[in-house]
């Protein structure tokens, strides 16, 4: 880690990077990034984020340390679009569940990448910014909550234990990640 979180932090004295972000790091590896780069350094940790893995452990050292929280696979690739309870909040809105767990995402404080093959899914997952959840749809989302991981490849280590590591670098507003998922 020492090596390569030292050569993103050259590429960004460089000028080569806006911003250096990591994915998949455990409150440990975090903990050893900033031993490293010291605070306020790393700006966002990519990691599963949806209402079935809220990953509160880690959300809360990033928003303890100022870091931002990408969530990725908001919508648990479709799971949880089929669950009563988001589906329940979205006609009471008039909404998507989409926009429901993309408005719940952004009123959590998380930056998301939600993905879609489809022209139609995309625009009407950008509704999501009129959909106006109240404190009883939060708190249902928050009690959907099950540590229901996806991302977790037979080559992971142990979550809570050890370090999974993606190193992300971002350069010039792109964002350059190996995605050993897809
Ligand atoms: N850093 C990492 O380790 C890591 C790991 C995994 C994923 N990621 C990234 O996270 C991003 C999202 O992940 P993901 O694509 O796996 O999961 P996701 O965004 O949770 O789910 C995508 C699924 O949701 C469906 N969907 C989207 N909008 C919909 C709508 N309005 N109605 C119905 N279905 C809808 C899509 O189907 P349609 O295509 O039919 O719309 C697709 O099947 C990707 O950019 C991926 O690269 C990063």
Redesign the pocket.
Known sequence: MEEYLQELKHAQDSGLARYIGV??FTVAQMKQAIEILGEGVLYTN?V?V?PYLQNAQVVDFCKQNEMIVTG???????DV?KDGSIKHIAEKHGA???QVVLAWMAKSGFVT??????KA??E??LGYVDVVLNDEDMTTIANLDRGHRL?NPDFAPEWTRFSFL?A?VYVKNVRY?P????
């Open positions: 994915s998949n990519q599963e949806h990725y696979m908001p919508f648990a690739y479709g679009l998507t569940p989409a990448i939600p993905s879609s093959t489809k899914n995309i009407s997952n991302a993606i992300t990640s995605d050993v998922f897809s």
